[in-house]
């Protein structure tokens, strides 16, 4: 255990040059008829970040015994809709965050009309980007546009932010609070990890389960640590005002399991990530370091 | 030219009916977990509109002999982005329009997050379901997802966007009006047909081409129209408030060319897109008669 999170930053710092250099490749190569567009789309996707999903795209790939390099384009796809994501939560009619990641929203940098806009272009290009991924087959392609695109809509992140929003002020059970964040947060790093496995191309289907499951555990364990972080992390830290889910009202696992609670819910779901990946063997190596990395971030 | 208008009246309609009829299907296909979210969605798609857009779809494919049901799907896929960009240009930090098609915008009968989170989830809606247009290959099928993502990213219709909103209170050059025309609304209309040609798999490129040339000239022209009835229109039949643009000190083409010059340029661009169909006989009579409707139409 002692290594794996040294593991878990080389792995996340080799995928987030790799990312990081593949994104400004793509966002270039269709530039916008208006500078100031594009310097918003840039602004939103290559401040920073993590870019833990991406991550968890090109460690999928190799968990199925693929080179990490044929999952770089979904992985830029992955990052382009959360980027998009954040930039229309962040809007004042949204979240109305001024702050992310230590620096301006893209509404406060730019103005309200081009963060929406940066947001949709940046949509437009993770399914463009996608459709043109090379070294897979058309059909996989095909799939991972479908993929992408039920997991970032309406039955998926877009549908989890809506209901997210109809929360505010409720008390909800800790199964809607699970609802919600299988939708907002968790269909998304589900597509993560299994468009990386598709470059497996095909994926064996019992694989692709295991991937699955391993996904939609970890996706809720990234929002338990996230909503203990609110509550016990440094704002010059997690990039954010500390306690502003309290602020608003937001209902969160602290809230509702009490903090040693919902500690001991984050370790029992990640022994469930865990548990999945035991019959890949070393490949899944990055996606356990992963998993253990996101427990104990500090932001 | 007397029977053009009926005969595009009879093929928009019947047009009408079929896109209308795919739309609710395919909407009801994949709920969303938020009942408001599914209402704002269907309330953008499903609140009238000519169908312009879905009727050359379906006429470009039958223009290239194809039955015009293989475009349905595509035809519904550009309705759904068009119906977003609408949601979105509506919004109070965008065009802040209250009224549109006589019924009040998304963000006024619902509320601003709601109609931001539609708009975004009807891109995500068009994509997945241009993944599953069936009777078609799976490289037909590739190449209309890039072909959207492209014609409605920041390289078309949102690089538009942002164009006209910096545009505003700035003296245009022609060209200038011209460029931001062809991203805005041109690009969306020429993928409208290049996705209904795409149908006949291949379509052959110097077809394609024409077909191009086609929506290239009529998407200029529909936007030339806009501009006419913005000046000359009833408020009641164009479904907005008459003069607005002029209000908003929007450059148009009756304020660079004159009333008469404006109407004198509509005639050459019908004149140039009905030229690129003469190879297409009677095949492309829907696409003749949907362009000389676009000229007479009085909304």
Request: aromatic share 4%; hydrophobic share 45%; glycine share 8%.
């Amino acid at each position: 255990m002692q290594e794996t999170p040294s593991l878990a930053l080389t792995f996340l710092e080799r995928s987030q040059a790799l990312v990081d250099d593949e994104l400004k490749r793509l966002l270039s190569a269709s530039p916008a008829p208006s500078v100031r567009l594009s310097e918003a789309m840039a602004y939103s996707v290559l401040g920073g970040g993590k870019r833990i999903r991406p991550a968890l795209c090109l460690a999928a790939a190799q968990a199925m015994g693929q080179d990490i390099t044929k999952a770089l384009v979904p992985a830029c796809a992955v990052e382009a809709i959360h980027a998009y994501s954040l930039v229309h939560d962040d809007l004042p009619a949204m979240d109305d965050d001024n702050l992310r990641r230590g620096r301006p929203t893209v509404h406060i940098a730019f103005d309200e009309a081009t963060a929406i806009l940066a947001g949709d272009a940046l949509q437009a290009c993770a399914f463009n980007w996608l459709a043109q991924t090379p070294s897979i087959s058309d059909r996989a392609r095909l799939s991972m546009v479908a993929e992408l695109a039920v997991a970032s809509g309406q039955a998926g992140m877009v549908g989890g932010q809506a209901i997210d929003l109809e929360s505010v002020g409720k008390t909800l059970t800790i199964e809607s609070l699970e609802t919600m964040h299988r939708h907002k947060t968790g269909a998304l790093i589900e597509a993560s990890v299994r468009l990386g496995a598709m470059t497996a191309d095909p994926a064996p289907g019992d694989q692709l389960d295991r991937l699955t499951d391993y996904a939609s555990a970890l996706g809720l364990a990234f929002q338990v640590q996230d909503d203990l972080l609110d509550i016990e992390g440094d704002t010059n830290v997690i990039g954010k005002p500390q306690g502003s889910d309290l602020a608003r009202d937001k209902p969160t696992y602290p809230s509702l399991l009490g903090i040693d609670g919902a500690k001991a819910h984050l370790q029992t779901l990640l022994d469930r990530a865990l548990a999945q990946l035991d019959s890949f063997g070393d490949n899944a190596e990055p996606l356990r370091a992963i998993a253990n990395y996101i427990v104990v971030r500090s932001h």
